[in-house]
Structure formats: structure tokens, C-alpha cells
């Protein structure tokens, strides 16, 4: 049973590893469509910035020119009052009016401009953010952990997993999943993304970097993770939080040796996001089913003992049943005899006339010996 498991399992393992070759293919492609898309948001971001500041620009001359024409108007409304007294109050409360519409205008664009600055300068503040958490090598790492613990949790139960796993020699794995026997399989995430950002600008140079980075990272979960007489298996995770990193190291070679080879030979599995998700899936399953064998164990450990109780109580009903039927043929008997001995009884307080010959009953005695096989 054990052995189909594992097959079933392998068989899973190895069409999920392949459908997430064309998922992570996919991926990659997506995300240097979101980086291209990054790139082409901080261009716009600058590009409207520069438009701003043009637009201020404008808004200050136009605030020129309207108190040019405001002093323009007021001159012209002094004159005009100066020189004939036929302007009318109305016309007054007119020119006021536009004054103070052009006024308000003025005011509302001044303030939608200053939300299109603020929203400018928070959009510049999140892109530096997240620039931040990809460009430092410790905050790459925690966001690795981050993601790791979210697919262990979302995989398996809370029991079958440590995170921060603490070795004798003083290293700490990223996680552990916790195996039968107290067997323990070492995770340990870790993300080299510099190196593979320079790749697009430097070319071959950089892809050595890259081949040397990582099998650094390999030597060093060899080493310090897969450790058998402290209960881990004979192979490690490497768990690289992007896509297109993993799908880099996938097509990356060392002095003509592939990567995955070299992984191999130190015997420590690469995996990304999705194919993790893979074998914790299969991982999860396999420990189901040796829970499942388990039981069925128990439970046929307990069907063992009541089939033992029921033959001891077989043997004690047999028992029982003997000494009834012993205890029926001696109720017979006995009812035989009582009958007899009602009848004789009978005969000898008959009249005298009336009683019938003695001599033809059978038993001449009121209670006969018991017979040997009456039973007690």
C-alpha cells in the first residue's frame, strides 16, 4: 500500500513540477510586465511632476494676470466714476460679482492642484517603499520567511511544522516540517535577488555571479541543515521567494554543469513558491495516509481483542447452555414424577368403591433414585 502511495505521489510531484515550469514561465513573464509597468508608473510619476510644476507655474502667471486685470478694472471703474456720474450701482455689484468669481476660481484650482501634489508625492512614497524592502538583503529575507510561514500554514497543520528551528551547532533553519518517526525535513528561504538584477545590464558576467551566489546558498543549507544524526532527512529546501528568480536558476550553469544538477549533488531540492506548495501538498497527503494506516492498526488491534472477548464469552454461553439443558431434562423428570405422585395420591383418598388397582401403576415408590445423567 505504502509502495502505491509513493508512486501516486512521485506521479503527482512530477506533473505539478512540470505545470509549474509553465506557471512559473508565466509568471516570469508577468512580472517583468509589472517591472516594465514600475518603470513606465515612475517615468509618468516624474513626467507629471514636471507637469506640475508647470502647471504652478501657469497658476502663478494667471494669478498675474488676473490682478493685472483686477488693477486694470478698478483703475478703469475710477476713471469711469470719475469722469461721468452715469455708472450705476448695479453695474458696480456686477464688476464685484465677476471679481469675486474669478476669485473663487482661482482658489479651486489652487486647491485641486495641491491634492494632484499630494497624491503625486504619495504615489513617489510607496514606490520608494517597495524599493526599500527589495533593496536591502535583510529585508528581502524577512519577506521570505513572511511568505514561507504563509504557505506552510496554508499546507499543513500547525503541528507538523517549526519555524526558527534552532540546530545544536547553534544554526537556525528558516522551518522544518516535522515527519514521522521525528524525522524533520530543513527549509531555509533565500532570495539573491541583486545578483539576478544584474543580469539585464552586465549579461554573462553577472549570470557567473548569479550561478556563484546561488551555489554559495546551496553549500551552505548542505552544510549546515541536512544533518541525520540530529533527525532531519538527507536533503534540504532552498526556497526562493520569486518566480523568476527560481526560473533563472532553473536555466543557470556553472562551468558547463546545469544548476539543478549541482542542487542535486549536495542534495538540496530548489523550489519556488508554487512547486513548494507542490510538495507540501504531497507531504500532507503522505502523512494523512500514514495517519489513516495508523488507525486502521489500532483498529484492528482492538477488532483482535474483541475477537478474543467474544470467543471467551462463546465458550462461557456454551457453558451456560449445558447446564440449562441439564437443568430442563431434570425439571422433566421431576415434573414425570410429581404427576405420578399426584395420582397415586389421588387413588388412596378415593372412597372405597371407587379406588382403582394399585398394582397396575408402574412405580411402586413415591420419589425414585435420580438417574446419573439428571444433572445438578
Known amino acids: 500500500m505504502s509502495t502505491w502511495i509513493a508512486a501516486g505521489a512521485a506521479a503527482a510531484v512530477l506533473f505539478l513540477l512540470f505545470w509549474q515550469l509553465g506557471q512559473a514561465l508565466q509568471l516570469r513573464r508577468r512580472e517583468e510586465e509589472t517591472q516594465n509597468r514600475m518603470q513606465q508608473l515612475q517615468r509618468d510619476l516624474q513626467t507629471l511632476a514636471g507637469q506640475a510644476q508647470a502647471f504652478s507655474q501657469q497658476i502663478g502667471q494667471m494669478g498675474q494676470l ?16 470719475a469722469d461721468s456720474a452715469q455708472i450705476t450701482a448695479q453695474a458696480q455689484a456686477a464688476m464685484s460679482g465677476e471679481l469675486r468669481s474669478s476669485r473663487d476660481m482661482l482658489a479651486r484650482v489652487q486647491l485641486q492642484l495641491g491634492e494632484f501634489q499630494e497624491a503625486g508625492r504619495g504615489m513617489s512614497q510607496a514606490t520608494q517603499k517597495l524599493q526599500e524592502i527589495l533593496g536591502g538583503a535583510k529585508s528581502r529575507g524577512q519577506l521570505g520567511e513572511v511568505t514561507l510561514e504563509r504557505l506552510l500554514e496554508d499546507s499543513l497543520p500547525s503541528s507538523q511544522y517549526s519555524m526558527q528551528y534552532r540546530f545544536s551547532s547553534g544554526e537556525t533553519a528558516d522551518a522544518v516540517v516535522l515527519l514521522r518517526d521525528a524525522k524533520r525535513l530543513a527549509i531555509d528561504s533565500k532570495f539573491p535577488l541583486d545578483a539576478y538584477r544584474r543580469m539585464a545590464a552586465e549579461g554573462d558576467a553577472a549570470r557567473r555571479d548569479f550561478a556563484t551566489a546561488i551555489k554559495s546558498h546551496v553549500d551552505a543549507i548542505a552544510k ?3 544533518v541525520p544524526e540530529e533527525g532531519t532527512l538527507d536533503f534540504a529546501l532552498m526556497f526562493v521567494p520569486s518566480e523568476n528568480v527560481y526560473y533563472e536558476l532553473l536555466v543557470a550553469d556553472s562551468k558547463g554543469q546545469p544548476m539543478p544538477d549541482y542542487c542535486r549533488e549536495r542534495r538540496v531540492i530548489a523550489v519556488s513558491p508554487n512547486t513548494l506548495y507542490a510538495y507540501l501538498c504531497v507531504i500532507a497527503m503522505g502523512l494523512r495516509g500514514l495517519q489513516i494506516e495508523e488507525d486502521a492498526r489500532r483498529l484492528y488491534a482492538n477488532l483482535s481483542g474483541m475477537q478474543r472477548q467474544m ?28 404427576d405420578k405422585a399426584e395420582n397415586i395420591l389421588g387413588n388412596m383418598l378415593a372412597p372405597a368403591g371407587e379406588q382403582p388397582d394399585v398394582a397396575a401403576e408402574s412405580e411402586p415408590t413415591l420419589f425414585p433414585a435420580r438417574s446419573a445423567n439428571s444433572g445438578s
Not at 66 to 80: I, R
Not at 312 to 318: G, H, P, Q, R, S
Open 66 to 81: 488676473v490682478g493685472q486685470k483686477m488693477d486694470s478694472v478698478t483703475q478703469a471703474l475710477h476713471k469711469g466714476v
Open 224 to 226: 549546515k541543515y541536512i
Open 311 to 338: 470467543e471467551k464469552f462463546a465458550e462461557v454461553f456454551e457453558t451456560l447452555g449445558s447446564h440449562l439443558k441439564n437443568a430442563q431434562q431434570t425439571y422433566g423428570a421431576a415434573d414425570k414424577q410429581l
